[in-house]
């Protein structure tokens, strides 16, 4: 009977716009950190590579450490914003690397994987990139679970 008067209490805070329960914005910024890992973890993949790219992608990864970086932001002094920030997060993820590396050569933002013919350990690094991102878009839609 108390859980659930504290559960039903943590989601009356939420509603109110004053941020998620503690546990799960801890599990946010695990999940954030994990991703900001990765992404620098990907950034040095493509030093190992060699292989020159077009100076728009340098944009593109300064442009996602930056939104990680917000995110964390969010999360750790915005607690109204940080849910919907982790979500837009985890979904740009998802779709930018897909877009960029995954899909076929589209445009200039493209780096197909598939094109440059990369080893495992780099498609290894951007699924684990995707299902990151998903992982904290799933994580921040809960809430409060």
């Known amino acids: 009977m108390l859980e659930v008067k504290g559960a039903q209490r943590a989601g009356e805070a939420n509603q109110a716009g004053e941020g998620l329960p503690p546990d799960a914005r801890a599990r946010l ?3 954030t950190a994990l991703l900001a890992f990765l992404t620098v973890l990907h950034d040095v993949d493509h030093v190992r590579q060699g292989r020159p790219l ?3 992608l340098y944009g593109v990864a300064l442009a996602a450490l930056v939104s990680i ?3 964390l932001l969010a999360l750790a002094r ?3 914003w940080a849910q919907e920030v982790a979500i837009a997060q985890g979904v740009a993820t998802v779709v930018g690397v897909g877009v960029v590396h995954v899909a076929p050569e589209w445009s200039h933002l493209a780096d197909s994987y598939a094109s440059a013919n990369v080893d495992a350990v780099s498609w290894l690094i951007i699924i684990a990139m995707m ?3 998903l992982m904290l878009t799933v994580l921040a839609t809960r809430g409060q679970s």
Request: proline share 13%; glycine share 14%.
């Open 78 to 80: 915005y607690p109204r």
């Open 69 to 71: 970086g917000i995110t």
């Open 54 to 56: 077009p100076l728009v």
């Open 29 to 31: 910024v695990a999940t």
């Open 131 to 133: 299902c990151t991102g």
